[in-house]
C-alpha cells in the first residue's frame, strides 16, 4: 500500500507544472509521510455543482494547477461537444493565492482545445464576471475564487452561456470529460492567443448596467462605512457609489486592499463572529469626529455577497448585523414599493416572509427553490431573489448571480430614502413584523473535521425524526433526498411545526442539510410570532428568542451534535 502511493505520488509529481507544488510533493516523497500523501491521495476533488473548492496544496485531493487545468479541459471537451467550438469562454478571478494562475491556465487550455478565451483585466468580484458571460454572448465563464473560505482555500466556480452558475445534468457532464483525461501531457496549453479584456469592455460597462437598479431622481443623503474585508470589491463598489451620486464611503482602511492571507479576520465571511469588529470600531470613530454613520455595508472577498449593520444602542459594539433574512425582506419590501413586477423568489432554507411580502404585491409571485443561486436564477420571470446567506440579486437582467455591488447601492438608496423622512431600516423592519408577524430566523452550525459525523446525525435524524421540539409538534417531517413536486432530490430534512396552544407562537420551520462548500452541518430555523402592536414586539422577539434556543437545543441532542 505504501509503495502504491509514493508511486502514486511520483506520477502526480511528474506531471504537475507548478514548482511551488512540486517542491511540497517532493519534500512528501523524501520524508516518506505516508499519513499526509494519503490524506492527499485519498480520491480527488469532486467537480459539481459549486464547480471545485478546496485547500491549496499538491495532489488531487488539493487546489492546484494540475487539478485547474484537468477541470478546464474537461469543460472545453464538454462545450465542444455541445456544439460551442469556437465560441468564447470568459475568466474571471479573485486576489486569492494562485487565483491569476488559474486564472491563465484556464485561459490557455481553452484556446488548445479550439475555444476563444477572454481574460478579465484585473481581479474583479465575481458578479462582473457573471455580467461579462451574457454582455459578450460568451458560452461560459470561469471564476476563480472560495468566496469567503479561509485564506489557504481557493475554487473554481462554472456558469454557461446563459449566465447562471451550472446546474445537473452539466456539472455530471463535465466530471465525465474531467475524468476521461489520462494525462496533462495530452491537454495542449500554448503560452499565447487569448485576449485580455479592457475596463472598458467590461467593468464600464457593468457600473452603466448598474444604474439600473437605482430610481432616478431618488435620495441619496446617506453616510456608509464600507470593508471589503481584504478581496476585490472596493474600486467597483466606490465607483459605483460615485456614478449613483451617493457620498464617497468611508473605508476600513485595515481592510481596503485585497490580502490573499485576509490578516485581521478569522475567517473572511461577514457573518463570522469577529469578522466585522474593525467596521463598528471604523464607525465609531467616524461618529466620534462628527460624521456618524447611518450604514455599515461589508462585502465578502469576491463581492457577490452583501452584508448591513445598522446602529443598535443597545448593543456593545454599538451596531447590530442584519441576518441575510432581514435584508432579503427589506429589500423586498423595497422592490414592491418601487413597483416591481415578476417573480420573487427564495430557497427552502430562507426565512418565508418573503411570500407574505410578495402576495401583498399585485404584480409579484412567489417562487422557492434548493439553495443556491444556481437555482434562483433560473425561475421564470425573475425579478428578485435572495438566500439568507447574505446573497441577493437585484438585477437579473444584468447579472444571474448574487451582487454584493448592486444589493449594497438598493440597500443605499433605501436607508437614504427612510432618513428623508426621519426613519431607519430598523424601523421598516418593525413594520414588517407588525404586518406580517415577527419571522424569527436563526442558525445551528456546526463545522467538523471528520466528515462521516455529518453523514451520521442526517442518519440518526432520519431513522428518528423528532417529534416535539422546544415543545411545539412536529407536524410533517420531509426527506428531501426523495423530491417533492417542486423540488427536485438534495440531501436535506425539512420539519414544520405547530403553533402553541397559547397563540403566542404561529408555527416554526426547520431545515437540516449538509453544507455543499464547507465542512459544516447547517440547521436553518424560523419561528413566527404574531405581532399586535410595535409595543409588542419586544416582548415578541423575547418569545422568539426562546423558542429559536429551545429548537437548537433539542435539534442537537437528536442529530447528536
Known amino acids: 500500500m505504501e509503495r502504491d502511493l509514493i508511486a502514486q505520488a511520483r506520477t502526480w509529481l511528474a506531471e504537475d507544472p507548478d514548482p511551488e507544488t512540486r517542491d511540497e510533493l517532493a519534500k512528501l516523497i523524501d520524508t516518506g509521510d505516508v499519513a499526509e500523501l494519503g490524506t492527499r491521495f485519498a480520491g480527488t476533488l469532486q467537480f459539481g455543482t459549486a464547480g471545485l473548492r478546496g485547500e491549496i496544496g499538491a495532489g488531487p485531493m488539493r487546489m492546484n494547477r494540475t487539478v485547474v487545468i484537468r477541470a478546464a479541459a474537461g469543460l472545453a471537451a464538454y462545450l465542444k461537444k455541445q456544439g460551442h467550438t469556437g465560441g468564447t469562454v470568459v475568466i474571471g478571478y479573485d486576489a486569492r493565492h494562485k487565483s491569476a494562475d488559474f486564472a ?40 476563480v475564487t472560495a468566496s469567503h473560505n479561509p485564506p489557504r482555500d481557493n475554487g473554481y ?15 455530471a457532464g463535465i466530471a465525465a470529460e474531467i475524468a476521461a483525461i489520462a494525462s496533462l501531457n495530452d491537454v495542449p496549453r500554448p503560452s499565447e492567443g487569448w485576449e485580455t479584456l479592457r475596463e472598458e469592455d467590461v467593468v464600464d460597462a457593468y457600473l452603466a448596467r448598474t444604474d439600473a437598479v437605482l430610481t432616478d431622481g431618488s435620495a441619496r443623503d446617506i453616510r456608509v462605512v464600507y470593508t471589503p474585508m481584504h478581496g476585490v470589491g472596493r474600486s467597483v463598489l466606490t465607483a459605483a457609489f460615485a456614478r449613483a451620486g451617493f457620498p464617497e464611503p468611508v473605508v476600513v482602511a485595515e481592510q481596503a486592499e485585497p490580502d490573499p492571507d485576509f490578516p485581521t479576520v478569522a475567517f473572511p465571511n461577514p457573518e463570522e463572529p469577529g469578522a466585522m469588529d474593525l467596521a463598528f470600531a471604523t464607525a465609531r470613530a467616524a461618529a466620534e469626529a462628527g460624521g456618524a454613520p447611518d450604514i455599515i455595508i461589508a462585502n465578502d472577498p469576491d463581492a457577490d455577497r452583501c452584508a448591513v449593520a445598522v446602529p443598535d444602542p443597545d448593543n456593545v459594539e454599538g451596531w447590530r448585523m442584519l441576518r441575510g433574512d432581514e435584508v432579503g425582506a427589506l429589500l423586498a419590501e423595497h422592490l414592491v414599493h418601487k413597483n416591481a413586477r415578476g417573480a420573487f423568489a427564495t430557497t427552502i432554507v430562507s426565512s418565508s416572509l418573503l411570500s407574505r411580502i410578495a402576495a401583498g404585491a399585485p404584480d409579484a409571485s412567489y417562487e422557492e427553490t434548493l439553495t443556491g443561486f444556481k437555482w434562483l436564477a433560473r425561475v421564470d420571470g425573475l425579478r428578485y431573489a435572495y438566500e439568507e446567506a447574505l446573497g441577493y440579486c437585484v438585477d437579473p437582467e444584468g447579472v444571474r448571480d448574487k451582487d454584493g455591488i448592486t444589493a449594497a447601492l438598493l440597500v443605499a438608496e433605501l436607508a437614504a430614502e427612510l432618513k428623508q423622512s426621519d426613519r431607519t431600516l430598523s424601523d421598516l423592519l418593525d413594520d414588517l413584523a407588525v404586518e406580517h408577524g415577527l419571522h424569527a430566523t436563526d442558525q445551528l452550525s456546526v463545522r467538523v473535521q471528520d466528515l462521516s459525523l455529518i453523514a451520521s446525525a442526517m442518519r440518526r435524524l432520519r431513522e428518528a425524526p423528532p417529534v416535539v421540539l422546544a415543545g411545539l409538534h412536529v407536524v410533517s417531517a420531509e426527506d428531501l433526498s426523495k423530491g417533492t413536486e417542486s423540488l427536485p432530490p438534495t440531501d436535506g430534512l425539512r420539519y414544520a411545526l405547530a403553533g402553541d396552544e397559547a397563540g403566542t407562537v404561529s408555527g416554526a420551520r426547520v431545515i437540516v442539510r449538509p453544507s455543499g462548500t464547507e465542512p459544516k452541518l447547517k440547521c436553518y430555523l424560523e419561528v413566527v410570532v404574531p405581532v399586535a402592536s410595535a409595543a409588542a414586539l419586544v416582548d415578541a422577539r423575547r418569545q422568539a428568542g426562546e423558542v429559536l434556543a429551545g429548537i437548537k437545543t433539542d435539534l442537537s441532542r437528536a442529530a447528536g451534535i
Open 104 to 143: 491563465l491556465d484556464t485561459a490557455a487550455v481553452m484556446v488548445g482545445a479550439g475555444l476563444k478565451a477572454a481574460l478579465l483585466p484585473r481581479p474583479l468580484p465575481t458578479p462582473v464576471l457573471a455580467f461579462a458571460i451574457r454582455h459578450l454572448g460568451a458560452v461560459a465563464g470561469v471564476e
Open 157 to 171: 466556480k462554472v456558469y454557461l452561456g446563459d449566465g447562471s452558475q451550472i446546474v445537473p445534468p452539466a456539472d
